[in-house]
């Protein structure tokens, strides 16, 4: 090996090592940043009213409905008039809760797009950001 070749190695070598560095300063950083994520999405509730304000929905930060409350309109109202209410209240509170999800985690998201592929590392490795993507474009899973 010439003198040249093993200054593009090393060059390569310093260039990955910087690339790893970075990385895991920024995995770090995100550790952090995930534990308080977390507790937040733990504490949050949303709650949406129907239309017609018969009922009140509570949803946790999942969007699993945690709460219903009738009105007194409400109590006095047809099962079914009802029953239309409490799920326009749930999908309303879902749709809020997982926009406050999504505003949450953007941070995280973000940065994790800026960081290196693992192709751009090792050559010919499987992609992570194409198996995230394959992963959240599957959807919820019907059991």
């Known amino acids: 090996?010439?003198?040249?070749?093993?200054?593009?190695?090393?060059?390569?070598?310093?260039?990955?090592?910087?690339?790893?560095?970075?990385i895991?300063?920024?995995?770090?950083?995100?550790?952090?940043q995930i534990a308080e994520i977390q507790q937040q999405l733990d504490a949050l509730r949303v709650r949406a009213s129907?239309?017609?304000?018969?009922?009140?929905?509570?949803?946790d930060g999942a969007g699993v409905v945690t709460d219903v409350?009738?009105?007194?309109?409400?109590?006095?109202?047809?099962?079914?008039?009802?029953?239309?209410?409490?799920?326009?209240?749930a999908q309303a509170a879902a749709r809020s809760a997982r926009s406050q999800h999504d505003a949450l985690i953007a941070p995280i998201v973000d940065t994790a797009q800026?960081?290196?592929?693992?192709?751009?590392?090792?050559?010919?490795?499987?992609?992570?950001?194409d198996t995230r993507e394959s992963i959240e474009n599957r959807g919820p899973r019907a059991d």
Request: no cysteine; glycine share 6%.
């Open 69 to 89: 409350q009738l009105t007194a309109q409400g109590m006095r109202a047809k099962p079914e008039k009802v029953g239309r209410a409490i799920v326009e209240a």
């Open 24 to 32: 895991m300063n920024v995995y770090e950083k995100q550790q952090a």
């Open 50 to 59: 129907s239309s017609d304000r018969l009922v009140e929905v509570t949803v």
């Open 1 to 22: 090996m010439d003198q040249w070749e093993l200054e593009g190695l090393r060059s390569a070598n310093s260039g990955m090592r910087n690339q790893i560095d970075y």
């Open 114 to 129: 800026l960081m290196p592929d693992l192709p751009d590392l090792v050559p010919d490795s499987p992609s992570w950001r």
